[in-house]
């Protein structure tokens, strides 16, 4: 079936990964990377100037902190940062994410710091 | 909180769609919507020849038939179909899905029928 596209199991993709905040590809679409990572703990306050960035809760609760104010967000809810926007990330215990950003992004966008993971390797 | 986002429960997006094949918008991303449809029954043969398009089952179960083959997969699972590949979707019982297209791409892509939604609606 050279034409049909394989089917993509989070789960199973998930248990593939071993840190946190170390996110991995799992399929690209129109340009972006379709990322998957497992999240606990604090992120570095960060922006991404040239693309938005889509969240989507898979398990557990994450929140994130905007310079007005903090959002939390659990499994079956998803939020768009918009381009430019600093924001920083956080999960009290381990929480699974699907999230999209453009191609090569670095997960910290225009903050490099130790968290940085500049190409992501696909899983 | 001007410059933090909505969070979007998909679930209470979901319970205000009442057709199958009834596509909503619930974002934007980079040029793109992030649809929820309702699906149940067969669809029509169409391809997008300027998005790819990708699928993420909420819930339930759900196929897509490509010339060279089927696909079926659930709750969990995505598949990204790239552009200009003739697909056709399909759910024995109903199926909640998130998907991707490029802003303003028809549901049924190069292929109008009854089916066709051409401009949807966020919700």
Do not use: Q
């Not at 609760?61 to 940062?81: K, L, Q, S, T």
């Amino acid at each position: 079936m050279s034409g049909a596209p394989k089917i993509v199991n989070l789960a199973e993709k998930l248990s593939k990964i071993d840190e946190h905040w170390d996110p991995r590809i799992v399929g690209h679409y129109n340009g972006n990377e379709i990322r998957l990572a497992k999240i606990k703990g604090d992120f570095v306050w960060h922006a991404h100037t040239e693309t938005d960035e889509m969240f989507l809760v898979l398990s557990g609760n994450m929140g994130i902190e905007f310079r007005d104010g903090v959002r939390h967000f659990g499994a079956g809810e998803m939020v768009v940062v918009r381009r430019g926007t600093e924001h920083r990330p956080f999960a009290e215990d381990e929480c699974h994410i699907l999230f999209m950003d453009k191609e090569g992004e670095p997960n910290t966008g225009d903050t490099p710091s130790n968290l940085t993971r500049e190409k992501l390797d696909f899983i």
